[in-house]
């Protein structure tokens, strides 16, 4: 060890460094230095054969025992996950990845990986979920796993970019608050020195308070917080949350062409930058939704009903609802993305308007891609004393929420919006089936670390 890093320090500079990727498209006799991770080490005879992986690919490396004894000897002593830097020349090599490899000038070893290695990144279908998420840093070392959070970039900044080009400003507001607001029972106390507070569910109240501060336009992307005890495939009690809120509305179908509009440019650019990866890797293909039907919550019903499916609630859809009705809609609708309207007042929060005539609804959707709900939202309520009232009729304490009532005492437009779950987007769009897999380290009941 002494040795090599008297030799690094002579005459390893990763200065020299290029991607892998960027060195398989070198010409044959062309000198290179690459670095990264020990992915498979072979000895065959009189050769050793190694290949790296950094985050832009694999390549093979070659050592003969005639030619470089020393490099020769260095290769067969790897191990899984060491990290080490190669200097060396390409020549073409039909059988190798990228149709060449490396022969090996010099390698050092920079960090050696302990062993055995705890998963196998190259096996990780074969390794429990649980098991990938307690060694979650040695997970992403596998290349499909790192995609799932490059997808998730692409598709963040593609809605940045779609609601900034759209007049949105992006806020960041509190995460430890002083009320709920989804609703009671679901939020995490935090002792806020001699008082109670907790983590914000959403930025909810926020949110509107800032449209009616002045801004009209605001979104929000942070991590909200469910206290829910689930043990399904779709919530975490950590989330990312990706949140808008619009004035001047003259109903809930403006909030709802904003958000489809959204999430197709999201579809089309991760589809665009990502398609291929994510076809070769997810064997799934990323076609944008182009046709965005709309049913309420009542004709949703009846078509489960008629197609077989008795809802348990008749004032919600469960998630196995949701997934029959997606394929009832592709069948007839030849599309995965559509909304459900005007969901039962029961089932919403106290700040979603009900419908004029009909106060028993209210103006409020679900976003449905590939059966499973990924966004939710609604009109609100703008109207003080009525949004006093539902304050009340929820049960609610209406001193608690007087710092939200008395912002519309003082010229409140109409408003609404939406909050989308990042990871659940991000599943979908890739066919995973469980949403801890699109979560860089998910929180949920059980798990607490990494
Ligand atoms: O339906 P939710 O709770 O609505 C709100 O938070 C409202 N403040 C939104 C609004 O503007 N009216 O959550 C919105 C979205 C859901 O559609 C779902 O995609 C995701 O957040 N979501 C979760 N994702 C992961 N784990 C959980 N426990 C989630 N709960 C909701």
Not at 30 to 44: F, K, N, P, Q, S
Not at 415 to 424: D, F, I, M, N
Not at 426 to 446: F, S, T
Request: hydrophobic share 40%.
């Amino acid at each position: 060890m002494e040795k090599f890093q008297k030799v690094m320090q002579m005459t390893l500079s990763f200065k020299e460094r290029i991607p892998i990727s960027e060195a398989l498209r070198k010409a044959e006799g062309d000198r290179v230095l690459i670095a990264g991770w020990v992915h498979t080490v072979r000895v065959v005879g009189g050769v050793s054969f190694v290949v790296i992986r950094d985050r832009s690919g694999m390549v093979q490396c070659v050592a003969k025992k005639n030619v470089n004894p020393e490099a020769f000897n260095i290769v067969k002593e790897l191990g899984s996950e060491d990290v080490v830097a190669v200097k060396g020349s390409l020549i073409s090599s039909k059988a190798s990845l990228g149709g060449k490899e490396i022969v090996i000038d010099e390698i050092y070893v920079i960090s050696r990986a302990a062993k055995p290695v705890p998963i196998d990144p190259d096996d990780w279908e074969k390794t429990s979920l649980a098991t990938r998420l307690d060694w979650r840093f040695l997970d992403l070392r596998s290349p499909r796993n790192r995609v799932i959070f490059e997808v998730t970039d692409v598709a963040i900044n593609a809605m940045r970019d779609f609601y900034r080009s759209n007049g949105f400003i992006e806020i960041f507001t509190p995460k430890i608050v002083a009320e709920a607001t989804e609703g009671g029972a679901e939020v995490f106390p935090v002792i806020y020195f001699d008082r109670n507070a907790f983590l914000a569910q959403s930025p909810q109240l926020y949110k509107q308070m800032m449209v009616i501060s002045g801004f009209e336009r605001v979104f929000e992307v942070g991590p909200v917080y469910r206290a829910e005890k689930h043990h399904t495939n779709r919530h975490l009690t950590e989330y990312e949350s990706v949140d808008i809120e619009m004035g001047f509305i003259d109903d809930h179908e403006d909030v709802m062409r904003m958000v489809e509009r959204a999430v197709q440019h999201t579809i089309e650019t991760v589809s665009s930058k990502y398609g291929k990866i994510v076809e070769e890797y997810f064997k799934i293909k990323l076609d944008t939704p182009k046709y965005v039907p709309r049913i309420t919550f009542r004709e949703a019903h009846k078509l489960l009903e008629s197609n077989g499916f008795k809802q348990p609630d008749p004032n919600d859809i469960d998630s196995e609802g949701e997934k029959a009705l997606g394929e009832i809609i592709e069948r007839e609708y030849g599309t995965q993305l559509f909304y459900v309207t005007e969901y039962p007042w029961v089932k919403r929060p106290f700040y979603t308007m009900k419908k004029d005539n009909d106060p028993n609804y209210t103006k409020s959707f679900d976003l449905i891609y590939r059966g499973m709900e990924i966004v939710s939202g609604s009109q609100r309520e703008h109207r003080a004393e009525v949004l006093e009232s539902q304050i009340k009729e929820k049960g609610l304490s209406v001193e608690s929420f007087n710092f939200f009532i008395r912002v519309f005492r003082y010229g409140a437009p109409p408003h609404g919006g939406s909050g989308l779950g990042l990871e659940r987007l991000v599943a979908q769009m890739l066919g995973i089936k469980n949403i801890r897999e699109a979560r860089l380290l998910p929180r949920d009941p059980e798990r607490l670390t990494p």
